[in-house]
């Protein structure tokens, strides 16, 4: 009876890791599946008295996260910067992700948020940039490192959820 207990419980863990995966991956869909998937960590380790990951674990996994926030609203400009846009191409980069991710969020749920926010880095980078140099080249050269940028942030966000996914199946596998 205890084998079978332990395949159970083993099982329910990989379903939830699975689940944990499945929101962490939503954040191409718009959604703070990182934040929701902490969320379920942390119930967990409160049904476990701490027991499972702890305090000081949580305080690094919520880090990871606040940085992967700070990377998606900054990566992108940040990249568009380094590929030679203007300082007004930056600025369009920014001001476009931000709105594009309103608009497409309001547009379509869930994915129109990520798909507005790549639009609007494009969009924005794109507009600002010609009305600078008045060259279309430049301005979609600006407009596609925009897009890239803004693209490359979301990864990085995915990866840091996927390291407080590996470091809450570290500490609860055994």
């Given at each position: 009876m205890d084998i079978f207990l332990s395949?159970?419980?083993h099982t329910g863990l990989v379903l939830f890791y699975l689940l944990l995966f499945a929101l962490d991956v939503l954040i191409f869909a718009g959604v703070p599946g990182g934040w929701v998937a902490f969320a379920g960590i942390v119930i967990w380790d409160i049904a476990t008295g701490f027991s499972t990951v702890g305090w000081p674990l949580l305080i690094v996994m919520a880090g990871l996260l606040t940085v992967g926030e700070i990377v998606e609203s900054l990566l992108?400009?940040?990249?568009?910067a380094k590929k030679g846009a203007s300082k007004?191409?930056?600025l369009g980069a920014f001001i476009g992700g931000l709105v594009g991710a309103i608009v497409g969020s309001a547009a379509l749920p869930f994915v129109g948020t990520v798909l507005g926010a790549l639009a609007g880095a494009f969009l924005g980078a794109v507009a600002l940039e010609y009305a600078y140099y008045n060259s279309m080249d430049?301005?979609?050269?600006?407009?596609?490192?925009?897009?890239v940028g803004k693209l490359a942030a979301f990864f990085v966000k995915l990866a840091l959820s996927l390291v407080v996914l590996g470091i809450f199946i570290w500490r609860s596998w055994g």
């Amino acid at each position: 009876m205890d084998i079978f207990l332990s395949i159970l419980q083993h099982t329910g863990l990989v379903l939830f890791y699975l689940l944990l995966f499945a929101l962490d991956v939503l954040i191409f869909a718009g959604v703070p599946g990182g934040w929701v998937a902490f969320a379920g960590i942390v119930i967990w380790d409160i049904a476990t008295g701490f027991s499972t990951v702890g305090w000081p674990l949580l305080i690094v996994m919520a880090g990871l996260l606040t940085v992967g926030e700070i990377v998606e609203s900054l990566l992108g400009v940040v990249y568009v910067a380094k590929k030679g846009a203007s300082k007004w191409g930056v600025l369009g980069a920014f001001i476009g992700g931000l709105v594009g991710a309103i608009v497409g969020s309001a547009a379509l749920p869930f994915v129109g948020t990520v798909l507005g926010a790549l639009a609007g880095a494009f969009l924005g980078a794109v507009a600002l940039e010609y009305a600078y140099y008045n060259s279309m080249d430049e301005a979609m050269k600006t407009g596609f490192a925009a897009f890239v940028g803004k693209l490359a942030a979301f990864f990085v966000k995915l990866a840091l959820s996927l390291v407080v996914l590996g470091i809450f199946i570290w500490r609860s596998w055994g």
